[in-house]
């Protein structure tokens, strides 16, 4: 079965321009978490939609934004990109929205902001 | 508020030697679930294990084993006859909240020498 997928790999961005990250979730999986990973440190919860519900949001400003589809695939949004927006960012998908349902995590999107 | 230490920052060992990992978590929940994640350098997260907090059977995967102390808040890991598909970046990471916001550690990266 795939895992989980992301697109695109990389990303080149400048200042105050805004990104779209994709996400199509492991077959069968209804929750997505989106996760930054700065260099060096360690990955950073943004958000999770279940059942294209937010159902947790972590300290990231209003310019983050995400959504989820019917399809349980989900886009991670940035508006107004700041140099320090660069990161890996992380997608994780689980067979649902509880804490003890194991995450499976994308290879990632690695954005760069000029 | 959930935390999670990993005081080891770098370890170098000689391949076939073991290595252990030291994993300290604080929450104020009584139950929880801890993990252990693998970053090699494609960057992508591998899941290892999950641990309630009700369960303090230490488990054994092959050359794997993790030790799960409550009275310490430790979630230890350690790689019996380390090998160089070993070197990568370990996460150990917590889960105590009502949803799916796990708190991850900063990180340590092993580093296997032949």
């Known amino acids: 079965d795939a895992g989980v997928t992301q697109s695109p790999t990389h990303l080149i961005k400048t200042r105050g321009q805004q990104v779209t990250l994709r996400c199509s979730p492991i077959?069968?999986?209804?929750?997505v978490s989106w996760y930054q990973q700065v260099l060096g440190q360690g990955p950073q919860f943004i958000f999770q939609?279940?059942?294209?519900?937010?159902?947790g949001r972590g300290n990231f400003p209003d310019r983050f934004s995400a959504r989820q589809f019917p399809n349980y695939s989900s886009e991670l949004n940035v508006n107004a990109l700041l140099l320090g927006d660069s990161a890996l960012y992380l997608c994780?998908?689980?067979?649902?929205?509880?804490?003890?349902?194991?995450?499976?995590f994308g290879p990632g999107t690695r954005l760069t902001v000029l | 508020a959930q935390k999670v230490t990993q005081a080891q920052t770098e370890i170098s060992v000689v391949e076939k030697e073991d290595v252990t990992l030291d994993c300290v978590y604080e929450t104020r929940d009584t139950t929880y679930y801890l993990f252990w994640y693998k970053q090699p350098p494609s960057g992508e997260l591998v899941f290892l294990i999950r641990r309630n907090s009700f369960d303090e059977q230490n488990e054994i995967s092959g050359r794997y084993s993790w030790n799960f102390q409550k009275s310490t808040s430790s979630f230890n890991f350690t790689i019996t006859a380390s090998q160089v598909v070993d070197s990568a970046v370990y996460f150990c990471a917590l889960n105590s909240g009502g949803y799916q916001k796990v708190t991850f550690g900063t990180g340590t990266k092993l580093q296997v020498i032949p």
């Open positions: 077959s069968g999986h209804k929750s």
């Open positions: 994780a998908s689980s067979l649902g929205s509880q804490r003890d349902d194991t995450q499976y």
């Open positions: 939609y279940y059942e294209k519900e937010e159902r």
